[in-house]
């Protein structure tokens, strides 16, 4: 406990003010993050799938602190007032909780909503077969539980993974990360302490097999070769990422097999059949 | 938003663009021409209205003293809306328009933070700085926007003159120090190099075509809008529309949009030197 | 504050003689995409005007079977105006305007000769000195001529006030803010009409007739600035022959190249 900073000639004690924790000079040293990972290191990822028992497909996607929800309505009868469209059309619909991030108001936080829904609509839409569903709308629903970096990244994957779960008809399962670009080093998948000091930031939603980029934003400023270097840094991170969430819809079908063919030996029982696969890098 | 044209049109212009044949005659990596009319509105401190192509819009520029926001004390600060005139069509009329204005204003509004120099729009410390408003008005959508936008904005930035203030401290620590507006006809000019243009690439079948119009936007799978700045450094990127991008073809566009922005730059500021110096000679 | 001397030595504080109008400029056709399109400025007022259709009836309730329906808007751009200020589309001054340029070109526009179809009319003021919704409507009747809409007439719009005993014409926005009555008039030269008529403010009966006469012979200048435009863009249309797309003139554009 520090003492708080008595003004001299006067007895009535200062009062201390709740500051932030500083933020370390340093996040990076001899090639390790303050977290203890790599330049090119995912965070801890642990995905699952079918965590909403009401929804057609949902998912869950944790990378450290950063927790996100995602469900998949759908396919229903499209609205009367969007008039006939011979394809399908994706209601994407993001949220944070009210303890997802520290800082920002209610209106700060209803942007960043209307802002992120539109982000991970355009990452999804190419991935999806919308000419097989003419005049139907596919809901997706995203929550973000906490904000620790990255959400908008975490938020696609989730997404994806949930329409993957829906059995929705896909081209390719939608990976996306971010990179930061901290004093000149490039960070795969910056924690929101590295965000909050990058000079320059990218989101890259990619379908890996396909090779094609879905989604692709970029903010602060990046000298003309770093973008490239951070653009395929972060399509690495993608294909990565990729065989992860594969990997854990196979594991969870297998496990839904298992229990099916158990059911129909016993003859019932049973409860739900965790299929979660952690991917650790 | 999107000009209504018919899936042969469409098939036509991507056909002419596998060929690398585009329907106004330009080859793939062409901008069209600007053109460039400074201080078309007499009551802004700074005003331009840019013609590219079909594409209208015009740019104002006002600036004002506030008291800053708590949380940067030091900073001035600037803010951009985008004015989807229901002249340009009838898409636009009521609120028509006005989710497209948001996304562009946001876009302009985050290019600029990134790139002016906020620290110099700080007229006292803590107490007094200046806000810089910049309005857009869509008056024709002639395809590219966002990009006429941006250098239109450029231009009214590079023309407005900060009026000349002065501080007047009080005598006792507690009075409020006052604040001058000195004439109008001098004043600092605002350092505008860093900021960027924006240039859009729009990808139609396997190729990628820069500054897309109005007939070629509806064709493309996808566009993405760079923030190029001098020397071609990237600010932000955003991409529109319902496409995925081919990786070789993502690089292929980065490197069409680093090549065209500086370009783009040079153009500018040769006309707005030119300009200066015309009016500058007019005054003597 | 003192009186402010709005006239004096037979000037007004821009330097014009009280009967004076404002420099006046037209230009037809300054849009693309628009079937007619306008640019109407008077001294430091400018408004753009452009006309779409006829065309469908948007709204089936509003169809009319013997006639056409007119549709205006009205907006200001946020630079328009000495303090910034950003105002919608639908806030009660722009309802009100819409309404009286709607009831104005209506009366000269022959809707009876486009049963079932709908004519959109949009303006937009870019920079606003005083006499705004008298530019609207010269503006929007430019922009109806170039659409090509049949009219009974043209329609010119003048403004005249009265201050300090004195009729002035054309107020700019200073002596609009002095608070002096203030009389607009819609005029059809032709057909000899007054088609629109507004005042607020109080104003003797003298006075007032004194004032719509001044009015009225401001509308016939600007009918002859007006009908002085439409006569160079209809030549230049007709030299150009068939291929005159909506190029317009683009005067005082400084191409970069």
Partial sequence: MAAAPATAGSSKPASVPLQPLPRPATLVADGTRLD???????????????????????????????????AVYGPRQGERRFGFSDTGRLNVEACFT????????????????????????????????????????????????????????????????ALADAGVELFDLVAACSVSDVSGQLLLDPSAAEAAQQRGGLLLAAMPSLGEVTQLQMSGDWAPGAARDALELALGGCAQLRAGMRDTLLAAEAARQQQRRRDGGDGGGGGGGGGAAAMQE | MQADISDAEKLYIAQGVAQGVRNDGRGCHDARPLELELGVVAQANGSARLHVGATDVMVGVKVSLVSPDAAEPAKGQVFATVECSSCASPEFKGRGGEDWGIDMAAALQSALQSS??????????????????LDCLVLNDGGGVLGALSVAARAALAVTRLPKVEVTMGEGDDDEPEIELGDDSEGTPMGVTRVPVIVSVAQIGSRCVVDPSAEEEPCA???????????????????????????????????????????VLRELDGFLAASAAAASARAA | MGRREYVSDGLRLDGRRPKELRNMRAQIGVLQSADGSAMFQMGNTQVLASVFGPREVEQRSQLQHDRAIVKCEYAMAAFSTGERRRRGKTDRRSTELSLVIRNTLEQTIQLEEYARSQIDVYVQVLQADGGTRCACINAAMLALADAGIKLRDVIASCAAGYLQGTPLLDLNHEEDRAGGP??????????????????DGRLPTEAFDECVQLAIEGCKAMAGVMRKELLRHTRALMAAGEDAGGGGGGGGGAALR
């Avoid at chain 1, 028992?53 to 995602?70: C, D, I, L, P, Q």
């Fill in chain 1, 36 to 70: 203890g990972r790599g330049l090119e290191e995912f965070r801890t990822v642990f995905l699952d799938t079918r965590v909403i028992s009401r929804a057609a497909g949902s998912a869950y996607a944790e990378f450290n602190s950063t927790k996100v929800m995602a």
């Fill in chain 1, 98 to 161: 009210s303890f997802a991030r520290r800082e920002g108001g209610r209106q700060a936080q209803r942007a960043a909503e209307k802002e992120l829904a539109s982000c991970l609509a355009a990452a999804l839409e190419p991935s999806v077969d919308l000419g097989k569903l003419p005049k139907s709308v596919l809901d997706v629903y995203v929550m973000v539980l906490e904000a620790g970096g990255s959400e908008a990244a975490v938020a696609a994957t989730a997404a994806s993974l």
């Fill in chain 2, 116 to 133: 002016l120099d906020l620290g110099s729009l700080v007229v006292l410390a803590g107490k007094t700085v200046w806000a810089v408003h």
């Fill in chain 2, 221 to 263: 799978s996808a566009v993405l809008h760079f923030a190029v700045g001098p020397g071609g450094r990237l600010g932000a990127a955003t991409k529109t529309g319902a496409g995925g991008i081919p990786q070789p073809a993502l690089l292929e566009m980065l490197e069409a949009a680093q090549q065209l922005g500086p370009k």
């Fill in chain 3, 182 to 199: 203030d009389i607009s008039v819609a005029y059809q030269p032709g057909l000899g009409k007054i088609v629109a008529l507004q005042m």
